[in-house]
């Protein structure tokens, strides 16, 4: 193990890692919720923070890179224009639609119930309940 690495793993433990995130909530472009949206300064400002604890706990080399939806499609498997192709010339209305009908589909027949279905998809399960019945989907 490197000596960076050992001296990470030294400073990790259950109470450095709360109060980091704490420090992290600092930043963010909604209070209430408390997330950053990709490419605001909150997340700039975050991204900055980290990068600096990571120094000071001993990183001799930290850079920040930029991530892309490709990057991000890529490393989970998909292809980034496979989830916003839409078949012919549907409207937006439509197009959120079908890809509804996709999600709520997908994570019915993966996840078996409503309840685990909305916890995946970060929603509640009356919203899944709902969107389901007004989409059509009966079936998992």
């Known amino acids: ?70 990057q991000v499609c890529a490393a989970m498997g998909n292809d980034a224009t496979e989830s916003v192709n839409m078949p012919g010339s549907v409207s937006l209305k439509e197009s959120v639609a079908i890809l509804e009908r996709r999600l709520i589909s997908e994570a019915l027949s993966t996840y078996k119930t409503t309840y685990k279905a909305a916890e995946a998809l970060g929603t509640t399960q009356s919203t899944i309940v709902r969107k389901a019945k007004a989409l059509g989907i009966t079936d998992w």
Not at 10 to 15: F, N, P
Not at 17 to 28: G, I, P, T, V, W
């Open 1 to 70: 193990m490197t000596s960076q690495a050992q001296r990470y793993l030294e400073r990790l433990d259950i109470g450095y890692s709360y109060r980091l995130a704490k420090r992290m909530e600092e930043h963010c472009t909604n209070p209430v919720l408390g997330y950053r949206t990709a490419g605001s300064p909150a997340e700039i400002a975050t991204g900055d923070m980290l990068a600096a604890e990571m120094k000071k706990i001993g990183f001799s080399k930290v850079w920040k890179d930029a991530i892309t939806v490709d």
